[in-house]
């Protein structure tokens, strides 16, 4: 093995690269620890707390970090009870919330409080789905459509081999199949059971295209396209979904709304109104909503999911309504990309995080989804109550926020 010292004068003079380091340490700690030793070298500052950890990097750099010099610690919170009567998750839960943002989780934790009264919040998944859509490049648009039509005629066949990749995935439909000019762009659409499926959905989509390309002569141009659409805001995902498709709904007395949110329902109405709908289209936003990206994004950096699906998580429609004087209220997410198995959920902080909800592994995805929309609904009902009555500055000046 080379000395500590012989490696950290290597990788400043560039005859080495991080990545190497494995290759002349005994184990990963070894090797994390002279990365982080070095990265302090060339910085203004230490990583004392970063070097303090309780994951099994051994485990963590065979699929989820490269590089590693530590972890980070983000404050995990609990909000609940809250009451979920779910087709998957029915019953009381405690929700982790990881943030920084004070009064997250005593605004969510009202909302759950609040929900929990009423008797509980319904929730439903509306469909199930993850996406890929490479784009492919013909010589001429009269081509783009006769691939297009192949594609169309030739589904099963695309679909059997696709398959043959996964145990899990499943090539439900390709479509839409755009075409722009000598363009196009396929969109194949799976079902991918507990795991979050981006992985899985680009091999088999890879697979498929093989065929393709032998059987039309296509040029595929790249796997992705941004049809998919993966990682951004898009039209094409509010409508047609992506990852798990929810809704919850609630209705809430009116003498609750008064007692637990200082406010009627005639004023939550026109807030979600004027902010949420009037709001949001005039500023042409996708998210019709006032703060979805709170909860999904300190939910998702609890349980080990794909941090840069929040942006997708963020999109979705609050309805708020009078009903004979009392309060229906409900948020439907069109596109939240959930896993409760693979990826970072194998993360040990993750799972435990999960298991809070007794929703980690294979055949739990549901339900945690579920309870993803709920924890979103109570959230978002906090919120609006909370500008309803103008309590919103006073609440975070109450809780020391600056």
């Not at 303090?52 to 995990?76: C, F, R, W």
């Not at 059971?193 to 992985?199: P, Q, T, V």
């Not at 007395?253 to 109104?273: F, G, I, R, S």
């Not at 609890?302 to 009903?323: L, N």
């Amino acid at each position: 093995m080379v000395d500590k010292n012989e490696i950290i004068k290597k990788l400043s003079s560039g005859d080495m690269k991080l990545h190497e380091i494995e290759k002349f340490t005994s184990n990963v700690k070894e090797s994390v620890d002279i990365r982080r030793e070095y990265i302090e070298t060339i910085s203004a500052g230490s990583l004392d707390n970063v070097a303090h950890y309780s994951l099994d990097m051994e485990e963590a750099v065979k699929k989820n970090i490269e590089n590693p010099v530590g972890t980070i610690q983000i404050p995990v919170g609990v909000a609940g009870p809250l009451k979920v009567q779910g087709e998957y998750a029915k019953g009381d839960f405690y929700v982790p919330l990881a943030t920084s943002e004070g009064a997250l989780v005593a605004s969510v934790n009202r909302g759950c409080s609040l929900i929990t009264q009423a008797g509980g919040v319904t929730t439903r998944i509306i469909s199930d789905k993850m996406t890929r859509a490479p784009v492919i490049k013909a010589e001429s648009v009269i081509k783009a459509l006769e691939i297009k039509t192949w594609i169309e005629d030739n589904f099963h066949i695309l679909k059997e081999t696709a398959e043959s990749t996964t145990s899990h995935g499943k090539l439900l439909k390709i479509d839409p199949i755009l075409v722009v000019g000598s363009y196009l762009y396929p969109r194949f659409v799976y079902s991918t059971g507990d795991s979050m499926g981006m992985n899985m959905v680009t091999i088999a989509t890879e697979k498929a295209l093989d065929l393709l390309q032998k059987k039309t002569g296509a040029h595929v141009v790249a796997l992705s396209g941004n049809v998919c659409v993966d990682k951004k805001p898009s039209a094409l995902n509010m409508v047609e979904g992506r990852g798990k498709t929810m809704i919850a709904e609630i209705v809430i007395p009116a003498e609750m709304v008064k007692q637990k949110l200082k406010t009627t329902p005639q004023a939550v109405v026109e807030v979600n109104v004027a902010k949420n709908l009037v709001g949001s289209a005039i500023a042409g936003s996708m998210g019709f909503n006032a703060h979805y990206a709170n909860m999904i994004g300190a939910l998702f950096l609890a349980t080990g999911q794909d941090e840069a699906h929040v942006v997708e998580g963020s999109m979705g429609i609050t309805t708020a309504e009078e009903q004979n004087g009392d309060l229906y209220f409900a948020v439907t997410l069109p596109d939240v990309p959930l896993a409760t198995f693979g990826g970072g959920t194998r993360l040990e902080t993750a799972r435990e995080c999960l298991e809070i909800m007794d929703v980690y592994g294979a055949g739990k995805v549901q339900k945690f989804a579920e309870i993803v929309a709920a924890t979103v609904l109570a959230g978002e009902l906090s919120l609006l109550g909370a500008l309803a009555s103008g309590h919103l500055a006073r609440a975070h000046k109450d809780l020391g926020r600056g």
